[in-house]
């Protein structure tokens, strides 16, 4: 999908301001709030709006230790790659996961309450992978910046 100068203007005020009202979202970006909410069905039918979220603290939600663990695989085939990305969706800890060039296959960010809990993920899921020859893993400090989206230049057009 081509995006005209108000499909971002309509992507920037949603990413800063995903609870607007459909009406004020149409006077923010100078259409009528039936053409606003044509665009905004277009956006979402083509993808380009994957969703709207809720973002919650991990750590309100006791998930105080961020880990970053990358993972080589025995090999990049097809079958090898679909086997574990069917098997890593399966574990409710990892909040992403890349596959990704370079000396590891994957990296993957893990939610975990502690550092026992990250033990546990790492027997109980991690380490049972298929194909898994080697886990790497590292542990955030501190977040420095946690953006959802990269931000939508509207005068690029």
């Given at each position: 999908?081509?995006?005209?100068?108000?499909?971002?203007?309509?992507?920037?005020?949603l990413?800063?301001?995903?609870?607007?009202s459909?009406?004020?979202l149409?006077?923010?970006?100078?259409?009528?709030?039936?053409?606003?909410?044509?665009?905004?069905?277009?956006?979402?039918?083509s993808?380009?709006?994957r969703?709207?979220h809720?973002?919650?603290?991990?750590?309100?939600?006791?998930?105080?230790?961020?880990?970053?663990?990358?993972?080589?695989?025995?090999?990049?085939?097809?079958?090898?790659?679909?086997?574990?990305?069917?098997?890593?969706?399966?574990?409710?800890?990892?909040?992403?996961?890349?596959?990704?060039?370079?000396?590891?296959?994957?990296?993957?960010?893990?939610?975990?309450?502690?550092?026992?809990?990250?033990?546990r993920?790492?027997?109980?899921?991690?380490?049972?992978?298929?194909?898994?020859?080697?886990?790497?893993?590292?542990?955030?400090?501190?977040?420095?910046?946690?953006?959802?989206?990269?931000?939508?230049?509207?005068?690029?057009?």
């Amino acid at each position: 999908m081509q995006l005209d100068s108000i499909d971002l203007a309509i992507l920037s005020t949603l990413q800063s301001n995903g609870r607007i009202s459909n009406t004020a979202l149409a006077e923010k970006v100078g259409l009528s709030p039936s053409a606003c909410s044509r665009r905004l069905d277009n956006l979402e039918k083509s993808g380009t709006i994957r969703g709207y979220h809720t973002r919650v603290s991990n750590k309100a939600l006791g998930y105080a230790l961020t880990a970053i663990v990358h993972i080589s695989l025995s090999g990049q085939f097809r079958k090898t790659l679909r086997e574990f990305e069917e098997a890593i969706t399966r574990c409710p800890n990892v909040l992403a996961c890349y596959l990704t060039s370079g000396e590891y296959d994957y990296i993957l960010r893990i939610a975990a309450r502690d550092l026992a809990d990250y033990e546990r993920i790492h027997r109980d899921w991690l380490s049972s992978l298929p194909h898994v020859v080697r886990i790497n893993s590292s542990f955030a400090l501190r977040e420095v910046i946690d953006r959802p989206n990269i931000g939508i230049a509207t005068d690029r057009l």
